[in-house]
């Protein structure tokens, strides 16, 4: 009997209560393990670095990360994956019996490929501060000073908005980059405001 209570209940948890959201605020995503923060770091392209230049990026961010205690990581990839449309593509190819046909279907996945190169490094880093208790008047000052650290070290970087924290988490659980404007609730679009 218990066990199907519970999965009553979690058939009406809304999608923030099943993956442990509680709210998304202006500058954080607020967790039942924390309050989390994201500071949106601009990758370099280390391609056409010399290694002396590697190594003082790597520097400078050794010397952002030892002034900070409670930091995570993440790299996103910020682009569509085609592996599933190229696997399909290539599954049609095999079994196409006409020739024109299996040329344009070569062509698509040509076409494929070039978008996927194109969009190879669309990659998003990002620091991820966790909040644990402290006060309130003592987080601005705490966060300000990480993003000035991480600026005086020669990265560009960013504290994500709530727009980008629901952009971040589409495409976290998603891999969706192609939705403009994320929604609080489905269908919140759609609703006319006052009537």
Not at 102 to 108: G, P, S
Not at 121 to 149: H, M, N, Q
Not at 173 to 187: A, H, W
Request: hydrophobic share 35%; glycine share 6%.
């Amino acid at each position: 009997m218990n066990r199907k209570k519970k999965q009553e209940e979690r058939e009406k948890a809304s999608t923030r209560q099943l993956i442990g959201i509680e709210d998304i605020t202006g500058h954080s995503l607020v967790t039942p393990h924390g309050e989390l923060v994201f500071f949106m770091v601009k990758p370099t392209n280390i391609s056409v670095l010399s290694d002396s230049s590697i190594g003082a990026r790597i520097y400078a961010l050794m010397n952002v990360l030892k002034g900070i205690s409670d930091i995570e990581m993440l790299c996103l990839n910020s682009r569509e994956n085609f592996e599933d449309n190229k696997s399909y593509l290539k599954a049609r190819m095999d079994a196409e019996q006409n020739p024109v046909i299996r040329k344009m279907l070569a062509q698509d996945m040509t076409a494929l490929d070039r978008m996927q190169v194109q969009m190879a490094t669309a990659r998003e880093f990002l620091i991820i501060i966790r909040l644990r208790g402290e006060k309130e008047k003592d987080v601005g000052p705490y966060l300000s000073r990480i993003e000035k650290s991480l600026k005086d070290q020669g990265f560009t970087a960013s504290r994500a908005g709530e727009a980008d924290t629901k952009r971040l988490l589409g495409v976290y659980y998603e891999q969706n980059v192609t939705t403009e404007m994320y929604e609080d609730y489905d269908g919140e679009r759609w609703v006319i405001l006052g009537e």
